[in-house]
């Protein structure tokens, strides 16, 4: 069945870094969008990157340029999300979603 997984989250001394993956199970991943949702606690949900598997287009959120990059491997189908210089406000749990609406479970990420 349809089933995105991240993981890759974990603990980390601000100032660190950590790499998170998205990968999808039966789900058309190389023609397709996909996107890195973050919720702190007691906050709302917001976006934090996004990528066009077909084209490679990437954005990602303003606030976070330089910080965060996220990348696709079509052949693992499988999203990354790279976090260097982390912030005690980047904890949270990470999402991944793709444009057909199916979201991962999360994974924490902690800075201390």
């Known amino acids: 069945h349809v089933q995105l997984v991240e993981s890759g989250g974990g603990s980390v001394q601000a100032g660190g870094s950590l790499t998170l993956s998205c990968t999808a199970f039966e789900y058309p991943f190389s023609d397709n969008y996909f996107a890195w949702f973050r919720q702190a606690p007691g906050k709302e949900r917001e976006g934090v990157a996004a990528?066009?598997?077909?084209?490679?287009?990437?954005y990602v959120s303003f606030d976070l340029k330089g910080r965060f990059a996220i990348s696709a491997d079509n052949a693992e189908n499988t999203m990354y999300l790279q976090l260097n210089n982390l912030k005690l406000d980047d904890t949270g749990v990470y999402y991944c979603?793709?444009?057909?609406?199916?979201w991962g479970q999360g994974t924490q990420v902690t800075v201390s």
């Open positions: 990528i066009s598997t077909r084209g490679r287009d990437t």
């Open positions: 979603v793709g444009s057909m609406g199916y």
